[in-house]
């Protein structure tokens, strides 16, 4: 503090603000040093940005706001959009959010409230782990065991079983390789992470929160629903936005299940695309300049989802935050 | 004062159906390996305020937790002896513990409102309880607010968020709070320990308004309080009654040496 009395003995020197200034030589160069990368992250951000748009701008002028809404995509005669990348980005990853946030809240609430203590370290440890198994490895378990599955079992259970395939979103033939399958892995991968966040801040609820509705006569479950899970709400919903960047720009494991066509199908049957995928399956082989600008731009426009999701999804937690306090 | 009124139902026979009437016969409480109340007998009478009193640590807010049964929820915990309320054994096996902490209603002593509006914090306890029609709703918002006397102060601003209020108006509205259930019983654990004498001083006149109504067992450090408030007390010390009785004769002529020791403050 600003304030604080100095020991009499040893005046204070002349000038001296804690923060700003004198101090000893290690004291600068450590100022220094921090600072140096606290400015180099934004710097570095924008170097990247500048990058990405430099190299897709002979494609971005050449298409306009057509590459952003045209489904034609061949290299050869120089046709490029991103359509159905862009469709396909956004709701695998929206769909894998529905899956996901659920049952991430689910395990959540199971470990903080009712999982036996000596039960809840091992548990949340496993769920935990989901998070470091590689992509590529969630991509080949999801080839060998979970395309199978949906194409022999989940998917007619929707279509016939259910009745689903009156409706143009579970419509058409069951390869396996779609947009559900897309979804469902990512579900599996982003729940790791929604769920270690929401666990958390569920067992930062204060006692008082929960004392409150247990002495109104409320049942451990209509305390978690009303005083625990709404107390928590902010800290939930920034799990559910950490599992969404993540499924935004996750790109092996998807690129091996989405079945990769520049196509847009209402039916999550049907195989899709997403820009990160894309961009890893072509830029290898990319055929020419225009060809290599395109996924640039795919680049760009990731970014620039990326980026309004985050927006959106910050001001949705602090609009939240401040609706609970104000 | 009225304190040595005879209850309406006197000591005839064993449950006496007696609405907020608090009875605690050989209670025994242990956290662990360790017991917190020793073999606690006390009658608390309907319609009065009790407080009890006695140094930090000495089992007053266990007790008072365990007149709801809120200890129920920590675990590793366990009791011998009875306790009745209105005449229930509140610990038999088939005891509905949602219903007696609705007839049962508790205040802390750091005040806890829901995060959400001033009007569904006190709406709480009766949309848990039933469906409330809109109306009855606003009915039993408004009276349980005018008995805490924040009617006046809240009225335009039912739907701001309950936090937007002060220490002591957040602390008054969780007594609205527990007042909408319609309780026979208030237990309040040092309801003014961390609010201003102003604040304190409503809470305390609050008090005097509602023991016509129910029964109040108050927890409090604050030997004046107990004093101004109460019409009963009982000295806990480690774990154990030593002595309860009427609140003048407590403070006036203590029949105990450690009571009188405690009042005088010469420990604790
Ligand atoms: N949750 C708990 N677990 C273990 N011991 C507890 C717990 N709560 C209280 N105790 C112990 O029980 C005794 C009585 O505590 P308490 O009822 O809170 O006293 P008071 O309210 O009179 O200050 C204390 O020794 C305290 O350490
Ligand atoms: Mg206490």
């Known amino acids: 503090?600003?304030?604080?009395?100095?020991?009499?003995?040893?005046?204070?020197?002349?000038?001296?603000?804690?923060?700003?200034?004198?101090?000893?030589?290690?004291?600068?160069?450590?100022?220094?040093?921090?600072?140096?990368?606290?400015?180099?992250?934004?710097?570095?951000?924008?170097?990247?940005?500048?990058?990405?748009?430099?190299?897709?701008?002979?494609?971005?002028?050449?298409?306009?706001?057509?590459?952003?809404?045209?489904?034609?995509?061949?290299?050869?005669?120089?046709?490029?959009?991103?359509?159905?990348?862009?469709?396909?980005?956004?709701?695998?990853?929206?769909?894998?959010?529905?899956?996901?946030?659920?049952?991430?809240?689910?395990?959540?609430?199971?470990?903080?409230?009712?999982?036996?203590?000596?039960?809840?370290?091992?548990?949340?440890?496993?769920?935990?782990?989901?998070?470091?198994?590689?992509?590529?490895?969630?991509?080949?378990?999801?080839?060998?065991?979970?395309?199978?599955?949906?194409?022999?079992?989940?998917?007619?259970?929707?279509?016939?079983?259910?009745?689903?395939?009156?409706?143009?979103?579970?419509?058409?033939?069951?390869?396996?390789?779609?947009?559900?399958?897309?979804?469902?892995?990512?579900?599996i991968?982003?729940?790791?992470?929604?769920?270690?966040?929401?666990?958390?801040?569920?067992?930062?609820?204060?006692?008082?929160?929960?004392?409150?509705?247990?002495?109104?006569?409320?049942?451990?479950?209509?305390?978690?629903?009303?005083?625990?899970?709404?107390?928590?709400?902010?800290?939930?919903?920034?799990?559910?936005?950490?599992?969404?960047?993540?499924?935004?720009?996750?790109?092996?494991?998807?690129?091996?299940?989405?079945?990769?066509?520049?196509?847009?199908?209402p039916s999550l049957f049907a195989p899709g695309y997403t820009l990160a995928s894309v961009i890893a399956n072509e830029f290898a082989e990319a055929t020419n300049e225009l060809h290599t600008s395109a996924?640039?731009?795919?680049?760009?426009?990731?970014?620039?989802?990326?980026?309004v999701v985050n927006g959106i999804a910050r001001w949705l937690v602090w609009s939240v935050a401040r609706e609970q306090k104000a | 004062m009225t304190a040595t009124r005879p209850d309406r139902a006197t000591p005839t026979g064993e449950a006496r159906e007696v609405p907020g009437l608090v009875e605690s016969r050989g209670f025994n409480f242990w956290y662990g390996p360790k017991q917190a109340l020793k073999e606690i007998s006390l009658t608390i009478?309907?319609?009065?305020?009790?407080?009890?009193?006695?140094?930090?640590?000495c089992g007053k807010s266990t007790f008072l937790r365990s007149l709801n049964r809120l200890n129920d929820i920590i675990p590793e915990t366990r009791h011998t002896g009875s306790i009745r309320v209105g005449g229930e054994d509140i610990y038999a096996p088939r005891v509905d513990v949602v219903n007696l902490r609705q007839r049962v209603g508790m205040v802390f002593q750091r005040w806890n409102p829901f995060p959400r509006s001033i009007f569904d914090n006190v709406a709480y306890g009766p949309r848990l309880n039933g469906r409330p029609s809109r109306a009855d709703l606003d009915a039993i918002v408004e009276s349980a607010l005018r008995r805490t006397a924040l009617w006046d102060e809240v009225k335009d601003r039912l739907r701001q968020s309950a936090l937007s209020l002060s220490g002591g108006q957040q602390q008054r509205l969780c007594i609205a709070r527990a007042l909408?259930?319609?309780?026979?019983?208030?237990?309040?654990?040092?309801?003014?320990?961390?609010?201003?004498?102003?604040?304190?001083?409503?809470?305390?006149?609050?008090?005097?308004?509602?023991?016509?109504?129910?029964?109040?067992?108050?927890?409090?450090?604050?030997?004046?309080?107990?004093?101004?408030?109460?019409?009963?007390?009982?000295?806990?010390?480690l774990g154990e009654v030593i002595e309860h009785d009427v609140t003048a004769r407590i403070f006036t002529s203590p029949k105990v040496g450690r009571t009188e020791d405690y009042i005088t403050g010469r420990f604790g």
């Not at chain 1, 991968?189 to 006569?217: D, F, K, T, W």
């Open chain 1, 295 to 307: 996924l640039m731009a795919c680049g760009a426009v990731l970014l620039v989802v990326t980026l």
């Open chain 1, 1 to 187: 503090m600003a304030g604080a009395p100095a020991p009499a003995e040893q005046p204070a020197p002349p000038d001296d603000s804690p923060t700003l200034g004198g101090g000893s030589v290690g004291d600068r160069v450590y100022r220094t040093l921090t600072t140096a990368f606290a400015v180099a992250i934004p710097v570095l951000l924008a170097f990247i940005t500048f990058e990405v748009v430099a190299a897709a701008w002979p494609a971005l002028r050449r298409f306009g706001f057509g590459f952003l809404t045209s489904s034609a995509w061949d290299p050869q005669r120089e046709l490029f959009g991103a359509a159905p990348m862009i469709y396909g980005t956004v709701v695998s990853s929206v769909l894998a959010l529905i899956l996901a946030a659920p049952l991430a809240l689910g395990v959540a609430i199971f470990l903080s409230e009712f999982c036996p203590r000596w039960l809840r370290q091992p548990l949340s440890f496993l769920v935990d782990l989901l998070a470091a198994i590689p992509s590529v490895v969630y991509g080949l378990w999801g080839m060998f065991f979970l395309l199978p599955i949906l194409r022999e079992k989940v998917m007619p259970f929707l279509a016939t079983t259910l009745g689903l395939a009156r409706t143009p979103f579970f419509s058409g033939p069951a390869y396996g390789n779609s947009m559900l399958a897309a979804a469902v892995i990512l579900a």
């Open chain 2, 180 to 237: 909408a259930n319609r309780p026979e019983v208030l237990l309040l654990d040092e309801p003014c320990s961390a609010l201003d004498p102003i604040a304190t001083q409503k809470i305390e006149e609050l008090l005097f308004q509602l023991k016509s109504e129910l029964t109040i067992v108050i927890v409090t450090h604050n030997l004046q309080q107990a004093a101004r408030v109460s019409d009963e007390t009982a000295f806990f010390f």
């Open chain 1, 189 to 265: 991968m982003i729940l790791p992470y929604i769920s270690a966040v929401s666990r958390e801040v569920l067992m930062a609820v204060p006692r008082s929160q929960r004392e409150a509705a247990l002495a109104m006569g409320a049942t451990r479950w209509e305390m978690i629903r009303d005083a625990v899970v709404p107390y928590a709400r902010t800290g939930i919903l920034g799990g559910v936005i950490l599992g969404l960047g993540r499924a935004l720009g996750e790109t092996m494991a998807v690129t091996m299940l989405i079945g990769n066509r520049h196509e847009i199908s």
């Open chain 2, 45 to 57: 009478r309907p319609r009065s305020v009790t407080a009890l009193i006695g140094p930090s640590g």
